[in-house]
């Protein structure tokens, strides 16, 4: 079953890649603004959790738009659990913008040791997590 998983999520990369089709990175400069909206002050500039999260943002995150087949398996945002553990407030949002979405609201297995793949809900959007080199 990870098998398959791992050669359709590879076929949409390679498919992406060869039509040229939209794909993004998480808007450099919002990056502080994300991370202070999920950790507040629970979080310093010079810590190394900072830094792993600027990677995550910068290097392991890809936004990519791809149509919606139906037999797709991917997992939707919406039905992943908010991170809200230092912000209480922090709430799903309601329509997808590519330069202004904060993946870190949304409690996602960023450090898995496989590409992770999440369909934006109603949307030809992909969330592409690749795993730390």
Do not use: C
């Amino acid at each position: 079953m990870k098998f398959k998983k791992l050669i359709v999520v590879l076929s949409i990369l390679l498919f992406n890649t060869a039509y040229s089709q939209t794909t993004a990175k998480s808007n450099p400069d919002l990056e502080q603004q994300f991370i202070g909206e999920v950790f507040g002050t629970n979080i310093t500039k010079d810590s190394q959790h900072y830094k792993n999260l600027l990677i995550l943002l910068r290097e392991r995150v890809l936004f990519s738009n791809v149509a919606l087949d139906q037999s797709e398996k991917f997992p939707k945002l919406s039905q992943q659990p908010l991170f809200n553990k230092y912000n209480g407030e922090i709430t799903r949002d309601t329509n997808f913008d590519q330069s202004s979405f904060n993946i870190l609201k949304y409690d996602l297995n960023f450090f898995s040791p496989h590409t992770k793949v999440y369909r934006i809900d109603n949307t030809d959007w992909l969330i592409i997590i690749n795993p730390k080199s």
